[in-house]
């Protein structure tokens, strides 16, 4: 995908979706920063959602952002993540850095990388579930909801399980 052109993420994305004749619909609603209760307003499950967390992987000659995305009622590995990819260690990227590859704001992040220096890595569980995936597109107050294989077709994310196990 490209760099993004101008800051209005949200609109390049629709863009992007029409373009790539996906199958999508926009809901508004208001501003949450909680998974749990925009899954309830979009009427979706919470593992439908699409979490992007922007991380930054270090160490073993690596020097990495990656945009890692799995589903909302799951947790990111990081270090799982980091291993993956070939580095030591991987932390969460500060809110400038979030500013400066996604044009976004925490939780407002839509699980595309439009930005070069941006790797896309997305947990395989995401879209083993569910014919559709929903996520904030751009905006707190737009939500995306579309089809999987879509999704897979258009973002071309690379898969890697970086979901933290449940231990027994």
Not at 105 to 125: E, N, Q, R, T
């Amino acid at each position: 995908m490209s760099e993004i052109a101008s800051r209005n993420v949200h609109q390049h994305l629709l863009e992007v979706l029409d373009n790539e004749q996906a199958r999508f619909r926009v809901m508004e609603h208001e501003a949450i920063g909680k998974c749990e209760a925009v899954s309830e307003i979009r009427g979706t499950a919470l593992g439908q959602g699409a979490k992007a967390l922007l991380c930054k992987v270090k160490g073993n000659g690596v020097k990495q952002h990656v945009l890692a995305i799995l589903a909302a009622d799951q947790q990111a590995d990081l270090q799982r993540l980091a291993q993956h990819l070939g580095g030591l260690k991987a932390s969460l990227a500060s809110p400038a850095e979030v500013d400066e590859l996604t044009a976004c704001v925490f939780g407002a992040i839509p699980p595309f990388s439009f930005h070069p220096s941006l790797k896309l890595v997305a947990d395989p569980l995401l879209f083993e579930r569910y014919d559709e995936i929903a996520f904030n597109a751009g905006l707190l107050e737009k939500s995306i909801i579309m089809d999987t294989q879509d999704y897979l077709r258009i973002a071309k994310p690379e898969l890697a399980v970086f979901r933290r196990e449940n231990e027994a």
